[in-house]
């Protein structure tokens, strides 16, 4: 069997595509650049012209995902310019559906042997309270304040509530624990806009 042909950034994507399936298939401990390059059907070396170690594909990876997370959560938030409690209504809808498009993000982010410290040190992954969900909810914690003096809302604890909420519904979906006859993104909506 010949060895196929990329262009250069084309065999990048490729590589980091191969990668998250065998991650997900295989662990972290048996994940190669080697059997990386198999499964594109690549010779040995090439990775090495993208990345100089496991390590480096593995930012890669941790990369790809953090951002095509945080464009669908972004997307989320602008969907409704002008409501920030819509916004974050809405971004929990989309965190659920997101993993269970991407079901094998999901796992390698949160439930398996993958080194985590790849998802924090890749330099793709801002700390916590910058990402898009928390400044959100530090906005919508300034408006309430605004609207009432009186009012004390603790981010932490709202951001932690409102994350346990869709993390533990993306969780049971994704493995199936719940089994439901209906529309799943319906339920879904009404359980997150209807509260």
């Known amino acids: 069997m010949g060895e196929k042909t990329y262009h250069h950034e084309d065999l990048r994507e490729e590589l980091i595509d191969a990668g998250i399936k065998l991650l997900d298939a295989d662990g972290y401990e048996k ?84 080194d985590k410290s790849v998802f924090l040190d890749s330099g793709s992954c801002c700390p916590m309270k910058e990402t898009v969900f928390y400044k959100t909810i530090r906005r919508y914690a300034a408006e309430k304040q605004q609207e009432n003096s009186e009012a004390d809302i603790d981010t932490d604890i709202l951001a932690l509530k409102l994350w346990g909420l869709v993390h533990g519904i993306t969780v049971l979906l994704v493995h199936g624990d719940f089994q439901y006859d209906g529309d799943i993104m319906d339920l879904v909506r009404r359980i997150i806009w209807e509260k």
């Open 31 to 114: 994940f190669s650049l080697r059997n990386v390059a198999k499964a594109c059907g690549v010779s040995h070396t090439a990775p090495y012209r993208h990345f100089k170690s496991k390590e480096e594909l593995l930012s890669g990876i941790a990369a790809k995902i953090d951002r095509q997370f945080n464009d669908s959560l972004k997307a989320a938030v602008a969907a409704h310019p002008d409501n920030t409690a819509a916004q974050i209504d809405e971004m929990g809808y989309t965190y659920i559906s997101f993993f269970l498009k991407n079901p094998v993000y999901l796992r390698l982010a949160f439930l398996s042997d993958f």
